[in-house]
């Protein structure tokens, strides 16, 4: 009778793990939700790894689907996403690229919606000081949150052409209001 006790009182213990585990994932995205849901822009600083090649720069991204980066390269290269269609200008050179944004990863970010589906059906996992969310859809999208503060931290994904790219952000103020024709695109 000792022996099955003992045994019921272990998968007793695990089964309250898993209860309580599964219950502390559940409450942090219904708080990261919350806070995704009260949000209306980000200011933030970046580091962006693609493959080897890591860029740095700030921007501002104002939901739905508006975003302006200014990366600190040598060619002043500035990216704007408005709505659907992405441009890219290189000040240095005075050259500006067109790009539709259809396949973009940018679009799981830029739409308040898009996030919000990933963060709700997202597998939940910690990893030290974040809460990572891996959401698969056609490709596998990982998207990070500070532990403490469940702010967005960044997210790891391979792109369309099979790249890594590991984005990792600092916010610096939320729902900001930005002037008119910050997110305008540079005319062809």
């Not at 089964?15 to 995205?29: I, M, R």
């Not at 269609?85 to 790009?99: G, V």
């Not at 369309?160 to 900001?176: A, E, G, P």
Request: include cysteine; charged fraction near 30%; aromatic fraction near 12%.
């Amino acid at each position: 009778i000792m022996l099955v006790n003992v045994k019921f009182y272990k998968i007793f213990l695990v089964g309250l793990f898993l209860l309580f585990s599964f219950n502390l994932s559940a409450d942090e995205k219904t708080k990261i939700v919350s806070q995704l849901k009260s949000l209306n822009s980000l200011e933030f600083t970046f580091n962006q790894t693609i493959n080897d090649k890591t860029e740095q720069g700030s921007c501002l991204l104002e939901f739905p689907g508006k975003l302006k980066c200014e990366y600190f390269d040598d060619k002043n290269k500035v990216l704007i996403i408005n709505k659907k269609r992405l441009a890219i200008t290189q000040k240095r050179y005075d050259k500006t690229y067109y790009y539709p944004i259809s396949k973009s990863p940018f679009l799981n970010i830029l739409y308040k919606e898009k996030l919000l589906e990933i963060v709700k059906s997202g597998e939940i996992e910690q990893e030290n000081q974040m809460i990572k969310l891996t959401y698969l859809d056609e490709n596998e999208i990982d998207i990070l949150f500070d532990k403490k503060t469940l702010d967005l931290k960044g997210w790891k994904i391979i792109d369309q052409y099979n790249n890594n790219i590991n984005f990792s952000l600092n916010i610096i103020s939320k729902n900001d209001i930005y002037q008119k024709g910050t997110f305008k695109i540079p005319e062809m």
